[in-house]
């Protein structure tokens, strides 16, 4: 099975608990920090792990490049996508592509 979709599907699995100790050290993981498009508002409101848990929320909108093709996340549970702060989680974007044959940012 597709390592994502393995992973969505053990999360789902997960009780509530063990979910957030999950989203919690992957988020020690994830690099946003280190890109460009990353800013004080997403430090702030401690917003990081756009592929799993969705686009930023209020603090980034301008794509200035994204670093999440290097991330050790991206090609642990096998990423296709990027710029999720700001197009949405792996999900979405995979949905979209499914739906419309691109991405809506593309
Ligand atoms: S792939 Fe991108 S959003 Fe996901 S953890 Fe890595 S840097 Fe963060
Ligand atoms: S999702 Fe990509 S573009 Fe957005 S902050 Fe993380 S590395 Fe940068």
Same mark, same amino acid.
């Given at each position: 099975?597709? /390592?994502?979709? !393995?992973?969505?599907?053990?999360? +789902? ?5 063990? &979910?957030? /100790?999950?989203?919690?050290?992957? +988020?020690?993981?994830?690099? @946003? %920090?280190?890109? %460009?498009? #990353? ?6 409101? &401690?917003? /990081?792990? #756009?592929?799993?848990?969705? &686009?930023? #929320?209020?603090?980034? !909108?301008?794509? *200035? ?5 290097? @991330?050790?996340? !991206?090609? *642990? ?10 197009? =949405?989680?792996?999900? =979405?974007? &995979? ?6 044959? !691109?991405?809506?940012?593309?």
């Amino acid at each position: 099975m597709d /390592k994502f979709v !393995s992973l969505v599907k053990e999360m +789902k699995s997960l009780p509530l608990e063990e &979910r957030d /100790k999950l989203v919690e050290e992957k +988020k020690k993981v994830c690099i @946003c %920090p280190t890109c %460009p498009s #990353f800013n004080k508002c997403a430090i702030v409101e &401690r917003e /990081k792990l #756009f592929c799993l848990l969705g &686009r930023s #929320f209020m603090c980034i !909108s301008y794509e *200035e490049g994204c670093n999440c093709p290097t @991330c050790p996340i !991206s090609k *642990e549970v096998g990423l296709e996508y990027k710029y999720f702060c700001t197009r =949405g989680d792996e999900k =979405g974007q &995979r949905y979209e592509q499914s739906v419309w044959g !691109s991405t809506l940012s593309e």
